[in-house]
């Protein structure tokens, strides 16, 4: 064996043997050992009980510091808290502080104001009372002047009073010279009536030829677009005006059958026409509710007559004056119109919307033709009713007075063309056709100058011409593709002229 393992058997003898020596020793102190080990384990015991009384106690001081430790993050989050708003406030006082030293700059600027402004109070007070003063000495001479003025009105209106009394004297005399003329000339046309119906044309009037019914359409103008609702000879001329609805009045040429003007202007599409005695003037109703009146020489407007308040379906003009024009809208009013002033000095209530109207020849009378059907008579001076007679059982259409002013004929949409004496207000005579039908309330038909012939337009494009000896036995005219919507005679008795919906005009010999 070698030196080594030698040594390690050594070795492991000398533990062997330690250990046994070990445990003798324990075998003979192991009484000593348990005797001592029994007061140590009473003392255990009561170590045992202070240590889980201790435990005890520090796991109340540890629930005692949790608790505390928990108010200590409370108190500590409310201290930061209060330290953020202490901040804040300082800021907002320090802002305050930096917004207080201008406001109580302006406060004193305001406060200078003000007693500057109590200043210019005080002067302005004082010059109110020397104002009120002085309107008191000029309420003191304003009274006198009334008084003054009204002395020199009652003074005034004694002289009015005695000139009206003069007037009225010279106006009495002056009836009764008129009446006593119109009694001396009812005599003499008396003498000459034939069958009622006067021949002799009036005073101031050119001679016109006895009308002949017309065969042949002479001329086919179109005259406008959109239509043509209304035509017109001028007095005692060949020359035609016509309206429509491209918003313009043509003056034609019926001889040839060319145009002489054109007048621009109207805001509306043309309802109807009239013209002055004198052809100076030529009037438009118009669906814009107003009236347009142009001097002819100039082409010019020279008024607008504004005054109703719906469209203006027919106008006339006085037979005897270039001044009176009379119209009626759908808004139930008949108007009297001076052109001199350019506005209107009557207005007529009706009960019934007018169609159409005309002027008698006496320049006085106002005849009108009613949706109701009626014929009524007004006086133009004081726009009262004269007469009413129940012309058609539906709307009138058209109203004509004829030249000598004792006949006037009425169309309706019944289809009738009635003549009526404008005297006694009795039907003359009634003219229908099977095939005449009324186009539209605005179909205008006519009587020629000689008081022989009527004439009405049909839906049919048909024109037919009655004569009055003839009553049942109509000539029929046809050269118009759409319904005829007017129809006029030149009083010179010779050219009769016609219209239709698609604005051609139709000139007849």
């Not at 005890?56 to 540890?62: A, F, G, M, T």
């Not at 629930?63 to 989050?77: D, F, I, N, W």
């Not at 003329?181 to 009036?202: C, H, M, P, T, Y």
Request: proline share 1%; charged share 25%; hydrophobic share 35%.
């Amino acid at each position: 064996m070698s030196s080594e393992e030698i040594g390690r058997a050594a070795i492991k003898r000398a533990i062997k043997a330690l250990r046994k020596r070990h445990l003798v020793e324990e075998g003979a102190h192991a009484p000593a050992i348990a005797a001592l080990s029994r007061p140590l384990a009473v003392q255990g015991l009561e170590w045992k009980e202070k240590a889980e009384s201790l435990e005890l106690e520090l796991q109340q001081c540890y629930k005692a510091q949790a608790r505390l430790s928990e108010q200590l993050v409370v108190e500590v989050a409310e201290c930061r808290n209060s330290k953020a708003l202490v901040q804040e406030k300082e800021e907002l006082v320090s802002n305050l502080q930096n917004e207080i030293e201008p406001l109580r700059d302006e406060n004193s600027q305001l406060k200078k104001d003000l007693e500057e402004k109590t200043k210019a109070l005080d002067l302005l007070i004082s010059e109110n009372k020397s104002v009120k003063a002085q309107l008191e000495k000029v309420m003191l001479k304003l009274k006198d002047a009334e008084a003054e003025n009204k002395k020199l009105i009652d003074r005034w209106m004694l002289e009015k009073m005695k000139d009206a009394e003069k007037l009225n004297e010279a106006n009495a005399l002056y009836e009764d010279m008129m009446q006593r003329f119109k009694v001396a000339s009812i005599e003499q046309l008396a003498r000459q009536q034939v069958d009622g119906v006067i021949r002799q044309s009036e005073a101031g009037y050119v001679e016109f030829v006895e009308s002949a019914i017309p065969s042949v359409c002479k001329h086919t103008i179109h005259a406008h677009g959109g239509g043509c609702g209304s035509i017109l000879f001028e007095n005692n001329s060949d020359k035609l005006i016509s309206g429509g609805q491209d918003r313009t009045v043509k003056i034609w040429d019926t001889q040839t059958g060319n145009l002489s003007s054109t007048l621009h202007g109207c805001l509306g599409s043309v309802l109807d026409l009239a013209v002055t005695h004198d052809n100076r003037s030529v009037i438009a109703a118009s669906s814009s509710n107003n009236m347009y009146v142009w001097e002819v020489s100039l082409g010019r407007i020279r008024h607008t007559l504004t005054g109703h308040t719906d469209k203006v379906c027919t106008v006339d003009a006085s037979k005897v004056s270039s001044r009176n024009v009379v119209s009626a809208a759908y808004d139930h009013t008949i108007k009297i119109w001076d052109l001199q002033k350019g506005y209107c000095i009557n207005t007529i209530i009706s009960m019934s919307n007018c169609n159409a109207l005309s002027y008698n020849m006496d320049g006085l009378t106002i005849c009108s033709g009613h949706v109701d059907g009626n014929l009524r008579l007004w006086d133009s001076r004081t726009g009262k009713l004269i007469s009413e007679v129940a012309a058609h059982s539906q709307a009138v259409t058209s109203i004509c007075v004829s030249r000598s002013g004792n006949l006037v004929l009425t169309s309706g949409r019944d289809n009738l063309h009635n003549l009526f004496d404008v005297r006694t207000l009795e039907v003359c005579g009634t003219f229908r056709a099977n095939g005449n039908r009324v186009a539209s309330n605005w179909s205008r038909s006519c009587i020629s100058a000689d008081e022989n012939c009527v004439v009405a337009g049909s839906a049919d494009g048909s024109i037919y011409v009655w004569s009055r000896l003839k009553a049942d036995m109509p000539s029929i005219l046809e050269g118009h593709s759409s319904p005829v919507l007017s129809c006029s005679w030149s009083g010179l008795g010779k050219t009769l002229a016609s219209a239709d919906r698609n604005g051609n005009v139709c000139i007849w010999t």
